[in-house]
């Protein structure tokens, strides 16, 4: 049997649907059925947009700010709609903490760590960064547990470094640990992969978020502090 080409080309005009395998000459002997079924029961196809599945695709996150030119594939907006669930009602719940804890290894704390630090402030977020809060003679443990109790959300920043430290179970391990008990952890993974880091933490691993090889640092801030941002 022929195939019907209408959901692909439309019959809105006679001329189209005379060119259809299937329906040509009904115009002719039908009577007014042809032209109807032609002008009603199909529209020019449209391809779909990329509002939901897909992690090729584009999409607007709800909490996007107005006139935003930010861009977000669907997957981050899949994975990171969680985490500003998290951040709406802790907001609700305690109006004062801060908006994030960056967690990274003790290795980047002067490279790649203090420039996201930099890029989120000067992006209006407010972190909590152990190379500026953490006071000479405080218990690092100490600060690192009351940094986590006041801040919304908790990025951990993927490198080489913090990989090799893992392992080692140090101060960044227990960091995650307590990170991972919710829907409060945004990875961001910069100069490493996803399948590096699972070899090394399978949990974290699973926590999709963002990526420098996808979007420069300067984008990574700008979509975190969008993140967190709330309407006052």
């Known amino acids: 049997m022929s195939r019907c080409t209408a ?4 019959h ?31 529209a020019p196809y449209s391809p779909p947009t990329s509002s939901g599945g897909g992690s090729g695709g584009r999409a ?12 977000y594939t669907t997957a981050q907006v899949q994975s990171l709609e969680p ?17 994030v804890f960056l967690c990274h290894a003790w290795g980047d704390r002067q490279g790649v760590a203090k420039e996201l630090h930099e890029l989120l ?17 405080v218990p690092m443990m100490r600060a690192i547990d009351k940094g986590l109790a006041n801040s919304r959300i908790g990025l951990v920043l ?38 590096a880091l699972r070899n090394v933490s399978p949990l974290l691993a699973s926590r999709t978020g963002l990526d420098t090889a996808e979007d420069s640092l300067a984008m990574v801030a ?11």
């Open 158 to 195: 993927v490198t080489p470094a913090l990989l090799a430290r893992l392992p080692q179970e140090s101060v960044a391990d227990k960091e995650l640990s307590a990170l991972l008990a919710g829907n409060n952890l945004v990875p961001i993974v910069h100069n490493t992969t996803y399948a």
């Open 60 to 71: 607007k996150p709800r909490w996007s700010r107005a006139g935003s030119s930010v861009s």
């Open 121 to 137: 402030v000067a992006a209006g977020v407010k972190v909590w960064f152990s190379e500026k809060d953490l006071g000479l003679g």
């Open 222 to 232: 700008e979509k975190i502090a969008e993140l967190v941002a709330i309407p006052v």
């Open 7 to 10: 959901p692909v080309n439309g």
């Open 12 to 42: 809105r005009l006679s001329s189209a649907a005379e060119a259809c395998p299937a329906c040509r000459g009904r115009n002719r002997s039908y009577g007014g059925y042809g032209s109807s079924y032609a002008s009603s029961s199909y």
């Open 83 to 99: 985490i500003r669930k998290t951040v709406e009602r802790r907001a609700v719940e305690q109006s004062d903490l801060r908006d």
